[in-house]
Antibody, heavy 129, light 109 residues
Framework: QVQLQESGPGLVKPSQTLSLTCTVS??????????WSWIRQHPGKGLEWIGY???????YYNPSLKSRVTISVDTSKNQFSLKLSSVTAADTAVYYC?????????????????????WGQGTMVTVSS | EIVLTQSPGTLSLSPGERATLSCRASQSVSSSYLAWYQQKPGQAPRLLIY???SRATGIPDRFSGSGSGTDFTLTISRLEPEDFAVYYC??????????FGQGTKLEIK
């Protein structure tokens, strides 16, 4: 049973960089063709996809956050990470990591998923001085 | 940028009743790329439906999805007490690559 667990500081000062890690247990981050995403939820609001990474290191980010986001993977630790720079109060949210995959039968390749089948429990990050 | 609008914002029903939740997209979405999630307070979202109508692993058959183009529906045939939660639709493929609706809160009447 694969599980995801977010970790990192719960409080970040404005203008600093938010850094979170998602640890994958019960399975390898490198196998199975999964894409690993970060998604956030502002307090009392809906969900916003931040970006994903494949185990190979290829990434894709939400254009609205692209200039401030870096997602990386450490296969040796079975973890992937999020860095969000120049944070403001608007970045206060619960941050989730999630996984998903899809398979293109025509090409035989794994492709970005249509949906996210497993999520971490989420971690609240507050941006405040 | 695609926008998903869910209605109603809040739906008040009793256990045993049928729930119909709507998700309307600002541009056409491939039915293969529409998903639904359930979120309870303090929990992460749980995948219910993908590909507009396919149930995720372990999801009871009282949950069903339908629709195409810009209009999609999540139906819960007979509400159980554990079904009262917030439901989100999500699309894949437009810009941004993944977008979520604002949610429908299903509350006990």
């Amino acid at each position: 049973q694969v599980q995801l667990q977010e970790s990192g500081p719960g409080l970040v000062k404005p203008s600093q960089t938010l850094s979170l890690t998602c640890t994958v247990s019960g399975g390898s981050i490198s196998s199975g063709g999964y894409y690993w995403s970060w998604i956030r939820q502002h307090p009392g609001k809906g969900l916003e996809w931040i970006g994903y990474i494949y185990y190979s290191g290829s990434t894709y980010y939400n254009p609205s956050l692209k200039s401030r986001v870096t997602i990386s993977v450490d296969t040796s630790k079975n973890q992937f990470s999020l860095k969000l720079s120049s944070v403001t109060a608007a970045d206060t949210a619960v941050y989730y990591c999630a996984r998903g995959k899809d398979y293109d039968i025509l090409t035989g390749y794994y492709i970005p998923p249509r949906a996210f089948d497993i999520w971490g429990q989420g971690t609240m990050v507050t941006v405040s001085s | 940028e695609i926008v998903l609008t869910q209605s109603p914002g809040t739906l008040s029903l009793s256990p045993g009743e049928r729930a119909t939740l709507s998700c309307r997209a600002s541009q056409s979405v491939s039915s293969s790329y529409l998903a639904w999630y359930q979120q309870k307070p303090g929990q992460a979202p749980r995948l219910l439906i993908y590909g507009a109508s396919s149930r995720a692993t372990g999801i009871p058959d009282r949950f069903s999805g339908s629709g195409s183009g810009t209009d999609f529906t999540l139906t819960i045939s007979r509400l159980e007490p554990e079904d009262f939660a917030v439901y989100y639709c999500q699309q894949y493929g437009s810009s941004p690559l993944y977008a979520f609706g604002q949610g429908t809160k299903l509350e006990i009447k």
